[in-house]
């Protein structure tokens, strides 16, 4: 991971902003840069990942124009080398080095041409503006506001921004601002056309899809680890990555010393692939200690986000302090897409397909802000599989009936399309559990209950009413909600809601995230 800002006019307070850039070194600690771009400025924190050298440092310029990105540019040395045939010249071997010359020969249309995860700012030093963009599933962080004087301001955190603007907002994935508007390039959700291949070419599909996805990810100039949780989505990027290295992958679970339920698999499955495994024990002293930390790096007041980050945060912190890994893999986003257990109530395919294309616009909200914070907070590069355009526009375009559970198992068409030697088929075939449930059920109880105790029923009612916005619901919420405040004051709207169950499918109707109180919970919690 990498952080940017950008102050796209006069900075009206040169120590709030270097200030506000200041709170996230962590997410580049290699080098930091700020240059003067036009009337304003243009930050960089560097996570060295592609082109290690110093040349591969940002600001990148071009004949009095800037850019800074924090994002991996998949396939890029086609394009460079395109460019290089125009007569471009290029001195590192960083990825981001192109976009300069891309949008001297494209101008906006280029940003549909990445096949990217990425957040960037230009400033083109011959028209004297600012251009920003943020990939379609909006993996990479990117927020914005305007200061006193109407100046908008871009940065990767909304830590960044405290200080400098009333109200945070999220930067829109796929969309790039121009000329003081924002423009969608690609809205990655719809759908123009559905795709009706039989069965098993949408099960060839969707293998050779991600296999591909997992295979362009890693390719990194530092070394790579993998997140195992022992779940169907963790354990096929995994399995994979395994079949494509030359050296056994490293991997890594987490669970509660008392009832973790998802070490055994992790471990099952870490044996079948052949992996270096490492587990990571945690207490509930460690889960509660951590809790305000979480919660003020993630700058979120979600329930779930919340809860299923203090595994992921953990863990990542314990591969930043034993070992040199610097880029992690991870199994977010096929939920969105192949259907959670709530899902399986839908009550039509439309609206299975209306519900996946939902999640997918509001990823950025919670799955992926998750784990983008959680990893990059701990000096760590987050690549996301799942979220592989390619694969990401065929499954959703794939006949929504097909992705029904009709079949008695959720995910069936991901399970099917990797049937054979992938994975033992205990774990291909398992039921799948919410992670922060997995991690242990204690995690979850043990996070209630410490909310129960701080408020007594009256005073839950009262604290709660204060707010308009995403009113806390439960005493769980309210703590989360509290934290949130103190450190983001008055910026709840960054996030759109809770993540919760469709409430108005029969069965959904539920008053808490987790799939543990849903009635087809079943084994998954075995």
């Known amino acids: 991971m990498c952080s940017i800002i950008g102050y796209c006019g006069p900075v009206a307070d040169m120590a709030a902003l270097q200030a506000g850039f200041a709170?996230?070194?962590?997410?580049?600690?290699?080098?930091?840069r700020t240059v003067q771009a036009g009337e304003g400025l243009l930050g960089f924190h560097r996570l060295a990942i592609m082109g290690l050298t110093p040349q591969g440092m940002q600001p990148f310029v071009l004949d009095g124009s800037y850019a800074v990105c924090n994002g991996e540019l998949y396939g890029f040395e086609k394009l460079k080398q395109e460019l290089t045939e125009k007569g471009y010249t290029f001195h590192s071997g960083s990825d981001c080095e192109i976009l300069l010359p891309l949008y001297r020969e494209y101008g906006v249309d280029m940003f549909a041409m990445l096949d990217a995860e990425f957040a960037c700012i230009l400033y083109d030093g011959r028209t004297d503006e600012f251009i920003a963009a943020r990939d379609p599933i909006g993996i990479r962080p990117l927020y914005y506001g305007y200061d006193a004087r109407g100046t908008v301001i871009f940065a990767s955190e909304p830590k960044n921004l405290l200080g400098l603007t009333d109200k945070i907002m999220s930067f829109p994935p796929g969309h790039y601002y121009k000329n003081g508007k924002f423009v969608c390039y690609h809205d990655i959700a719809k759908v123009d056309r559905f795709c009706y291949d039989e069965l098993e070419i949408c099960c060839r599909n969707i293998r050779e899809k991600l296999v591909a996805g997992v295979e362009k990810r890693l390719v990194a100039d530092a070394r790579v680890g993998f997140l195992l949780s022992g779940g169907l989505d963790s354990s096929l990027v995994c399995a994979i990555a395994a079949q494509k290295s030359r050296t056994p992958i490293k991997t890594f679970a987490i669970g509660m010393d008392t009832d973790a339920i998802d070490l055994k698999y992790a471990r099952e499955a870490a044996d079948y692939i052949g992996s270096d495994h490492t587990e990571v024990i945690i207490t509930k002293e460690d889960v509660l200690s951590s809790l305000e930390t979480v919660v003020e790096l993630l700058g979120t007041y979600d329930i779930t986000t919340?809860?299923?980050?203090?595994?992921m945060y953990l863990i990542c912190k314990a591969i930043h302090e034993q070992t040199d890994i610097r880029v992690l893999l991870t199994g977010e986003i096929s939920d969105e897409l192949f259907g959670y257990?709530?899902?399986?109530?839908?009550?039509?395919?439309?609206?299975?397909?209306e519900e996946a294309a939902k999640r997918v616009r509001e990823l950025h909200m919670y799955d992926v802000l998750r784990a983008d914070r959680c990893i990059s907070v701990n000096s760590l590069e987050a690549r996301v599989p799942f979220g592989d355009l390619d694969f990401v526009q065929y499954v959703m375009s794939i006949d929504p009936k097909k992705k029904q559970n009709t079949y008695g198992k959720g995910k069936y068409l991901l399970r099917r399309a990797f049937q054979g030697d992938w994975l033992p088929e205990s774990i291909l075939w398992r039921e799948k559990a919410a992670f922060s449930d997995a991690v242990g059920h204690?995690?979850?109880?043990?996070?209630?209950?410490?909310?129960?105790?701080?408020?007594?029923?009256?005073?839950?009612?009262?604290?709660?009413?204060?707010?308009?916005?995403?009113?806390?619901?439960?005493?769980?919420?309210?703590?989360?909600?509290?934290?949130?405040?103190?450190?983001?004051?008055g910026q709840s709207e960054m996030v759109v809601d809770f993540w919760m169950p469709n409430k108005s499918w029969e069965g959904c109707d539920v008053n808490d995230p987790s799939a543990r109180v849903l009635a087809n919970y079943g084994d998954s919690g075995v």
């Not at 129960?452 to 703590?479: C, I, M, N, V, W």
Request: glycine residues 4%; without cysteine.
């Open 23 to 32: 709170r996230t070194k962590s997410r580049g600690p290699d080098d930091s």
């Open 306 to 311: 919340i809860r299923a980050s203090m595994g």
């Open 341 to 353: 257990k709530y899902t399986d109530f839908a009550p039509s395919a439309q609206a299975f397909q």
């Open 442 to 489: 204690s995690l979850v109880d043990d996070l209630k209950e410490y909310a129960e105790a701080r408020y007594t029923d009256e005073e839950f009612e009262a604290r709660r009413q204060k707010y308009g916005h995403a009113r806390p619901f439960t005493k769980e919420s309210l703590l989360y909600r509290e934290i949130f405040e103190k450190y983001y004051p």
